[in-house]
């Protein structure tokens, strides 16, 4: 049981590339969310998903697109890179309350790092 | 506007001693209450969490605190040990709609001192 794994785990670009996050989880959760974790501001939510073929706004979602559409994997795309998008970026999921073994916390892949320059 | 507070960026404790770590939020909506802790190039990991009908919750060494009407809730490690130096982050989550979706403070990184 992998939980959640992320693809890759560094990248640099250059200002107007694109490049694709990719989250996997095996953990057979309904909800998938995406982060951004900068110095001195925490997590903040960029996108997330309620199920397959859903997707929402979070805090921060401006400059990303998401897609989800298999269940287990959750995709961030960054269409036109800017340096403002360096920072390390989580995915994590979460189970349907009331699910076998159900506990209210979301799980976290270990993060990608991105550079942006 | 900053819903979920952590004043205190870092915090050094000897090895041994308790270790406390405090949240601040605002939003009264609010009505359940999580602790993660995070080593460098790592993710969050769940540790702790309680919900707005109790005041406190204990898992080994780790008890939450919270205080409703001070908008307050904190984290006591004892006695705390070397491994416990880590990033930890609040977390709360909202009734309501949306309700799976969790605000971050942002952070507080404890140094446990042997």
């Known amino acids: 049981n992998a939980g959640v794994t992320q693809t890759p785990k560094f990248r640099v670009l250059k200002t107007g590339q694109s490049m694709t996050l990719l989250c996997a989880q095996d953990?057979?959760?309904?909800?998938m969310y995406w982060y951004r974790q900068d110095p001195g501001m925490g997590l903040r939510l960029i996108h997330y998903s309620v199920g397959e073929g859903t997707t929402a706004k979070g805090e921060v979602p401006d400059g990303y697109n998401v897609s989800r559409l298999k269940k287990q994997n959750f995709l961030l795309g960054l269409e036109s890179a800017a340096p403002s998008q360096t920072s390390v970026y989580f995915c994590?999921?979460?189970?349907?309350?009331?699910?076998?073994?159900?506990?209210?916390?979301?799980?976290f892949g270990p993060g990608t790092r991105l550079l942006v320059l | 506007d900053q819903q979920v507070k952590q004043n205190s960026p870092s915090l050094s404790v000897q090895e041994g001693r308790i270790s406390i770590l405090n949240c601040d939020y605002t939003?009264?909506?609010?009505?359940?209450f999580l602790w993660y802790k995070k080593y460098p190039a790592e993710g969050p990991t769940f540790l702790i969490s309680?919900?707005?009908?109790?005041d406190k919750n204990e898992d080994g060494r780790f008890t939450v605190f919270l205080n409703k009407s001070a908008k307050h809730l904190s984290l006591h490690i004892v006695p705390s040990q070397p491994g416990d130096s880590a990033v930890y982050f609040c977390a709360a989550r909202a009734r309501g709609a949306g309700s799976y979706q969790l605000t971050f403070g942002k952070g507080t990184k404890l140094s446990v001192i042997p």
């Open positions: 939003n009264s909506m609010f009505d359940y």
């Open positions: 994590a999921s979460s189970p349907l309350a009331g699910a076998e073994g159900y506990q209210e916390t979301q799980y």
């Open positions: 309680i919900s707005s009908i109790k």
């Open positions: 953990m057979n959760h309904e909800y």
